[in-house]
């Protein structure tokens, strides 16, 4: 009979693992020096936030002084759109990704440590 905490270390043990090789692939992936490729994987290093832009122009319109109020109609559902797009819309990069990759290897390890 296989004892169940074993098998859960060794199923923790794949995870890490997959975790490590995972945070080599996106730092590898960071420091790629060629330029086409730098230049294609832009979005990935430097993430736009659309959200915060459409919600700084909503406030913008919002907040001109216009006497027939259009821009006051137009500028609430900019705002509102713009908080629906950082919700849905966040703007992680490649270093975020494996930033916390690199916090779960470390929580599994500690984990780990204390199961053995």
């Excluded at 979005?43 to 907040?63: D, N």
């Excluded at 705002?79 to 975020?96: C, E, F, M, P, Q």
């Amino acid at each position: 009979m296989n004892d169940p905490l074993k098998a859960r270390l060794a199923k923790l043990q794949k995870f890490s693992e997959s975790a490590k090789r995972r945070a080599n692939l996106y730092s590898d992936i960071a420091q790629m020096d060629d330029s086409k490729t730098a230049r294609s994987l832009g979005a990935l290093q430097k993430a736009s936030a659309p959200g915060k832009k459409l919600q700084k122009i909503g406030f913008l319109m919002l907040w001109i002084p216009e006497p027939t109020g259009v821009t006051c109609a137009i500028g609430g559902p900019m705002i509102v759109a713009g908080r629906y797009l950082d919700k849905k819309y966040n703007g992680s990069t490649i270093h975020d990704i494996g930033h916390h990759t690199k916090s779960t290897i470390s929580t599994i390890s500690d984990f780990r440590k204390t199961v053995s």
